[in-house]
Protein backbone atom coordinates (compact mmCIF):
# COMPACT_ATOMS: atom_id res chain seq x y z
CA UNK A 1 0.00 0.00 0.00
CA UNK A 2 1.43 3.60 -0.81
CA UNK A 3 3.01 5.26 2.00
CA UNK A 4 4.58 9.10 1.52
CA UNK A 5 1.09 9.89 -0.90
CA UNK A 6 -2.68 9.14 0.23
CA UNK A 7 -3.99 8.62 -3.06
CA UNK A 8 -7.73 8.79 -4.26
CA UNK A 9 -9.13 7.49 -7.48
CA UNK A 10 -12.86 8.58 -8.20
CA UNK A 11 -14.76 6.82 -10.77
CA UNK A 12 -17.86 8.27 -12.04
CA UNK A 13 -21.17 7.27 -13.31
CA UNK A 14 -22.57 7.22 -16.62
CA UNK A 15 -24.25 3.71 -17.33
CA UNK A 16 -22.73 1.80 -20.28
CA UNK A 17 -19.83 4.34 -20.47
CA UNK A 18 -18.22 2.96 -17.86
CA UNK A 19 -16.34 1.40 -20.30
CA UNK A 20 -14.94 4.43 -21.57
CA UNK A 21 -13.47 4.44 -17.82
CA UNK A 22 -12.20 0.98 -18.23
CA UNK A 23 -9.91 1.84 -21.24
CA UNK A 24 -8.46 4.78 -19.15
CA UNK A 25 -7.85 2.46 -16.25
CA UNK A 26 -6.21 -0.46 -18.56
CA UNK A 27 -3.49 1.84 -19.36
CA UNK A 28 -3.18 3.36 -15.71
CA UNK A 29 -2.78 -0.22 -14.46
CA UNK A 30 0.05 -0.95 -17.48
CA UNK A 31 1.94 1.70 -16.43
CA UNK A 32 1.72 0.89 -12.58
CA UNK A 33 3.07 -2.81 -13.47
CA UNK A 34 -0.26 -4.28 -11.38
CA UNK A 35 -3.64 -4.50 -10.26
CA UNK A 36 -4.46 -0.26 -8.85
CA UNK A 37 -5.59 -2.03 -5.43
CA UNK A 38 -1.88 -1.71 -4.51
CA UNK A 39 -2.06 1.95 -5.56
CA UNK A 40 -4.59 3.79 -3.94
CA UNK A 41 -5.33 4.19 -0.44
CA UNK A 42 -9.01 5.02 -1.08
CA UNK A 43 -11.20 4.49 -4.38
CA UNK A 44 -14.41 5.95 -4.56
CA UNK A 45 -17.25 5.27 -6.97
CA UNK A 46 -20.77 6.12 -8.01
CA UNK A 47 -23.41 3.79 -10.52
CA UNK A 48 -21.55 2.37 -12.95
CA UNK A 49 -18.42 3.63 -11.18
CA UNK A 50 -19.42 2.17 -7.58
CA UNK A 51 -19.13 -1.41 -9.98
CA UNK A 52 -15.70 -0.87 -11.29
CA UNK A 53 -14.06 0.63 -7.94
CA UNK A 54 -15.43 -2.74 -5.87
CA UNK A 55 -13.92 -4.41 -8.40
CA UNK A 56 -10.68 -3.15 -8.50
CA UNK A 57 -10.47 -2.48 -4.57
CA UNK A 58 -11.17 -6.76 -4.91
CA UNK A 59 -7.82 -6.96 -6.70
CA UNK A 60 -9.31 -7.71 -9.62
CA UNK A 61 -7.25 -6.65 -13.39
CA UNK A 62 -9.13 -4.00 -15.79
CA UNK A 63 -8.98 -6.98 -18.53
CA UNK A 64 -10.70 -9.30 -16.30
CA UNK A 65 -13.80 -6.28 -15.66
CA UNK A 66 -13.64 -5.43 -19.30
CA UNK A 67 -14.63 -8.79 -19.84
CA UNK A 68 -17.46 -9.04 -17.46
CA UNK A 69 -18.75 -5.48 -18.56
CA UNK A 70 -18.57 -6.37 -22.05
CA UNK A 71 -21.20 -9.96 -20.95
CA UNK A 72 -23.29 -8.06 -17.65
CA UNK A 73 -24.15 -4.67 -20.11
CA UNK A 74 -25.82 -6.57 -23.13
CA UNK A 75 -27.64 -8.52 -20.66
CA UNK A 76 -28.90 -5.84 -18.24
CA UNK A 77 -29.74 -2.73 -20.88
CA UNK A 78 -31.68 -5.59 -23.30
CA UNK A 79 -34.25 -5.78 -20.44
CA UNK A 80 -37.81 -4.82 -21.68
CA UNK A 81 -38.59 -2.18 -18.98
CA UNK A 82 -37.10 -0.83 -15.28
CA UNK A 83 -38.24 -4.11 -13.20
CA UNK A 84 -36.64 -6.59 -15.49
CA UNK A 85 -33.45 -4.75 -15.58
CA UNK A 86 -33.38 -4.16 -11.64
CA UNK A 87 -34.04 -8.31 -11.36
CA UNK A 88 -31.30 -8.62 -14.15
CA UNK A 89 -28.74 -6.42 -11.98
CA UNK A 90 -29.46 -8.53 -9.00
CA UNK A 91 -29.08 -11.58 -10.55
CA UNK A 92 -25.19 -10.61 -11.96
CA UNK A 93 -24.53 -8.44 -8.98
CA UNK A 94 -25.59 -11.43 -6.86
CA UNK A 95 -23.22 -13.77 -9.35
CA UNK A 96 -20.37 -11.71 -9.64
CA UNK A 97 -20.12 -10.78 -6.01
CA UNK A 98 -21.54 -13.42 -4.61
CA UNK A 99 -21.97 -12.89 -0.47
CA UNK A 100 -19.02 -10.73 -0.35
CA UNK A 101 -18.71 -7.67 2.16
CA UNK A 102 -16.83 -4.35 3.00
CA UNK A 103 -14.20 -6.08 5.05
CA UNK A 104 -13.55 -8.46 1.86
CA UNK A 105 -12.07 -5.18 0.08
CA UNK A 106 -7.71 -5.11 -0.12
CA UNK A 107 -8.16 -1.30 -0.28
CA UNK A 108 -10.72 1.29 0.90
CA UNK A 109 -13.69 2.64 -0.79
CA UNK A 110 -16.75 4.58 -0.99
CA UNK A 111 -19.76 3.72 -2.87
CA UNK A 112 -22.27 6.96 -3.46
CA UNK A 113 -25.89 6.38 -3.51
CA UNK A 114 -29.38 8.53 -2.77
CA UNK A 115 -31.37 7.76 0.36
CA UNK A 116 -34.44 8.20 -2.13
CA UNK A 117 -36.85 9.10 1.08
CA UNK A 118 -34.58 11.72 2.66
CA UNK A 119 -32.75 12.94 -0.01
CA UNK A 120 -29.01 12.33 2.00
CA UNK A 121 -26.54 10.84 0.33
CA UNK A 122 -25.77 6.97 1.30
CA UNK A 123 -22.52 6.49 1.71
CA UNK A 124 -21.03 2.65 1.78
CA UNK A 125 -17.19 2.89 3.67
CA UNK A 126 -15.08 0.66 4.28
CA UNK A 127 -13.09 1.81 7.06
CA UNK A 128 -14.18 2.87 10.53
CA UNK A 129 -11.38 5.83 9.70
CA UNK A 130 -13.80 7.25 7.36
CA UNK A 131 -16.81 7.36 9.94
CA UNK A 132 -17.50 11.47 10.73
CA UNK A 133 -18.78 10.95 14.34
CA UNK A 134 -20.89 7.70 15.88
CA UNK A 135 -18.17 5.79 15.31
CA UNK A 136 -19.73 3.08 17.76
CA UNK A 137 -22.14 2.28 15.42
CA UNK A 138 -19.97 2.19 12.30
CA UNK A 139 -20.13 -1.08 10.23
CA UNK A 140 -18.57 -1.29 7.11
CA UNK A 141 -21.07 -0.80 4.38
CA UNK A 142 -24.03 -0.55 7.02
CA UNK A 143 -23.87 -4.66 7.06
CA UNK A 144 -24.65 -5.10 3.76
CA UNK A 145 -23.12 -7.13 0.96
CA UNK A 146 -21.12 -5.38 -1.80
CA UNK A 147 -23.34 -6.44 -4.67
CA UNK A 148 -26.29 -4.74 -2.47
CA UNK A 149 -24.26 -1.64 -1.91
CA UNK A 150 -23.62 -1.36 -6.07
CA UNK A 151 -27.03 -2.07 -6.86
CA UNK A 152 -28.30 0.83 -4.97
CA UNK A 153 -25.30 2.96 -6.40
CA UNK A 154 -26.61 2.03 -9.98
CA UNK A 155 -30.51 2.13 -9.49
CA UNK A 156 -31.06 5.31 -11.89
CA UNK A 157 -34.71 5.66 -11.43
CA UNK A 158 -36.77 5.60 -13.72
CA UNK A 159 -34.83 3.67 -15.79
CA UNK A 160 -33.96 0.82 -12.53
CA UNK A 161 -36.53 0.17 -9.88
CA UNK A 162 -36.34 1.84 -6.41
CA UNK A 163 -33.58 -0.68 -4.53
CA UNK A 164 -34.65 -1.44 -1.14
CA UNK A 165 -31.74 -2.64 1.04
CA UNK A 166 -31.47 -4.02 4.55
CA UNK A 167 -29.06 -2.43 6.84
CA UNK A 168 -27.70 -3.37 10.48
CA UNK A 169 -27.58 -0.39 11.93
CA UNK A 170 -30.00 2.31 9.71
CA UNK A 171 -32.56 -0.57 9.20
CA UNK A 172 -34.22 -0.66 5.66
CA UNK A 173 -33.58 2.23 3.22
CA UNK A 174 -34.91 3.08 -0.37
CA UNK A 175 -32.02 4.03 -2.28
CA UNK A 176 -31.66 4.98 -6.27
CA UNK A 177 -28.10 6.28 -7.97
CA UNK A 178 -25.71 7.95 -6.53
CA UNK A 179 -25.25 9.77 -9.72
CA UNK A 180 -28.72 12.18 -8.60
CA UNK A 181 -26.13 13.78 -5.69
CA UNK A 182 -22.89 13.32 -6.55
CA UNK A 183 -22.11 11.61 -9.68
CA UNK A 184 -18.58 12.48 -9.39
CA UNK A 185 -17.68 12.06 -5.66
CA UNK A 186 -14.39 13.92 -5.41
CA UNK A 187 -15.71 15.87 -2.64
CA UNK A 188 -16.50 13.20 -0.42
CA UNK A 189 -13.42 11.44 -0.77
CA UNK A 190 -11.68 14.16 -0.22
CA UNK A 191 -13.47 14.75 2.98
CA UNK A 192 -12.79 11.66 3.78
CA UNK A 193 -9.38 12.14 3.39
CA UNK A 194 -9.06 15.47 4.93
CA UNK A 195 -11.82 15.17 8.10
CA UNK A 196 -11.38 11.68 8.34
CA UNK A 197 -8.69 10.21 8.09
CA UNK A 198 -6.29 13.29 8.88
CA UNK A 199 -4.41 13.63 5.98
CA UNK A 200 -1.65 16.51 5.07
CA UNK A 201 -3.04 18.24 2.03
CA UNK A 202 -0.06 18.13 0.67
CA UNK A 203 0.08 14.46 0.75
CA UNK A 204 -3.33 13.99 -0.81
CA UNK A 205 -3.46 12.95 -4.80
CA UNK A 206 -6.43 12.13 -6.60
CA UNK A 207 -7.09 10.91 -9.81
CA UNK A 208 -10.80 11.48 -11.02
CA UNK A 209 -11.69 10.01 -13.99
CA UNK A 210 -15.20 10.60 -16.17
CA UNK A 211 -17.59 8.32 -18.75
CA UNK A 212 -16.31 11.01 -21.32
CA UNK A 213 -18.55 13.56 -22.75
CA UNK A 214 -20.72 12.09 -26.27
CA UNK A 215 -23.13 13.54 -28.58
CA UNK A 216 -26.53 11.98 -27.69
CA UNK A 217 -27.63 8.84 -29.36
CA UNK A 218 -30.10 9.86 -32.06
CA UNK A 219 -33.13 7.46 -32.02
CA UNK A 220 -34.16 5.40 -35.38
CA UNK A 221 -37.82 6.95 -35.85
CA UNK A 222 -39.67 4.13 -33.73
CA UNK A 223 -42.03 5.99 -31.50
CA UNK A 224 -42.42 3.81 -28.99
CA UNK A 225 -39.13 4.43 -27.62
CA UNK A 226 -39.57 8.16 -27.24
CA UNK A 227 -40.67 8.64 -24.00
CA UNK A 228 -37.65 6.41 -23.27
CA UNK A 229 -35.32 8.21 -25.18
CA UNK A 230 -36.40 11.27 -23.32
CA UNK A 231 -36.26 9.80 -19.57
CA UNK A 232 -32.23 8.77 -20.58
CA UNK A 233 -31.74 11.89 -22.14
CA UNK A 234 -33.47 13.82 -19.04
CA UNK A 235 -31.39 11.86 -16.44
CA UNK A 236 -27.96 12.19 -18.75
CA UNK A 237 -28.45 15.79 -17.73
CA UNK A 238 -29.26 15.36 -14.14
CA UNK A 239 -25.73 13.74 -14.06
CA UNK A 240 -23.92 16.05 -16.04
CA UNK A 241 -25.17 18.74 -14.00
CA UNK A 242 -24.33 16.68 -10.73
CA UNK A 243 -20.58 16.06 -11.84
CA UNK A 244 -20.17 19.64 -13.09
CA UNK A 245 -21.20 20.83 -10.12
CA UNK A 246 -19.27 18.28 -7.72
CA UNK A 247 -15.81 18.68 -9.73
CA UNK A 248 -15.95 23.05 -9.57
CA UNK A 249 -16.97 22.50 -5.90
CA UNK A 250 -13.86 20.31 -5.54
CA UNK A 251 -11.92 22.59 -7.27
CA UNK A 252 -12.67 25.68 -5.51
CA UNK A 253 -12.52 23.97 -1.97
CA UNK A 254 -9.15 22.04 -1.91
CA UNK A 255 -7.68 23.94 -4.44
CA UNK A 256 -4.13 22.88 -3.11
CA UNK A 257 -4.85 19.19 -3.46
CA UNK A 258 -3.52 17.63 -6.76
CA UNK A 259 -6.78 16.61 -8.81
CA UNK A 260 -5.85 15.08 -12.67
CA UNK A 261 -8.95 14.84 -14.21
CA UNK A 262 -9.85 12.57 -17.10
CA UNK A 263 -12.94 13.11 -18.98
CA UNK A 264 -12.79 14.07 -22.93
CA UNK A 265 -15.57 15.47 -25.13
CA UNK A 266 -16.15 13.57 -28.50
CA UNK A 267 -18.21 15.66 -30.47
CA UNK A 268 -18.23 13.57 -33.12
CA UNK A 269 -21.99 11.85 -34.45
CA UNK A 270 -20.26 8.34 -34.61
CA UNK A 271 -19.51 8.13 -30.98
CA UNK A 272 -23.00 8.93 -30.33
CA UNK A 273 -24.25 7.42 -27.56
CA UNK A 274 -25.97 7.19 -24.00
CA UNK A 275 -26.10 5.71 -20.56
CA UNK A 276 -27.83 2.57 -21.69
CA UNK A 277 -25.78 1.17 -25.26
CA UNK A 278 -25.50 -2.11 -25.44
CA UNK A 279 -23.82 -2.43 -29.02
CA UNK A 280 -21.22 -4.22 -28.49
CA UNK A 281 -18.82 -2.36 -31.26
CA UNK A 282 -20.00 0.93 -29.77
CA UNK A 283 -18.96 -0.26 -26.71
CA UNK A 284 -15.38 -1.26 -28.01
CA UNK A 285 -14.91 2.26 -29.64
CA UNK A 286 -15.88 4.00 -26.24
CA UNK A 287 -13.07 2.13 -24.48
CA UNK A 288 -10.58 2.75 -27.19
CA UNK A 289 -11.51 6.52 -26.73
CA UNK A 290 -10.68 6.07 -23.27
CA UNK A 291 -7.31 4.56 -24.05
CA UNK A 292 -6.69 7.51 -26.28
CA UNK A 293 -8.14 10.21 -23.27
CA UNK A 294 -5.22 7.95 -20.78
CA UNK A 295 -2.62 9.12 -23.74
CA UNK A 296 -3.58 12.98 -23.25
CA UNK A 297 -3.59 12.98 -19.89
CA UNK A 298 -0.42 10.43 -19.38
CA UNK A 299 2.39 13.23 -18.31
CA UNK A 300 -0.32 14.67 -15.02
CA UNK A 301 -1.50 11.32 -14.59
CA UNK A 302 2.93 9.82 -14.03
CA UNK A 303 3.70 13.09 -11.63
CA UNK A 304 1.41 11.68 -9.53
CA UNK A 305 3.10 8.60 -8.50
CA UNK A 306 6.39 10.51 -8.40
Known amino acids: MVKENFNILVLDGGGSKGVYTLGILNELEQKLGSTLDNHFNLIYGTSTGSIIAALLALGKPVKEIKKLYFELIPEVMSQGNKTKKSKKLNELGNKIFGDLMFTDFKTDVGIVALNYDTQNP ?116 ILLSSTNTNVILSKLLYKDIEIVRVNDTFNEPEYGTNMTEKDIEKLEKLYQLGRSSYANKEKELNNIFK
Do not use: W
Open 122 to 237: LIFKSNINQAHGMQQSFLPGFGCTISDAIQASSSAFPIFDIKIIHTENQGQINAIDGGFIANNSTLFALIDADKAFKIQKENIKVISVGTGKFVEKPMKGFVKYLKYFKITKFIER
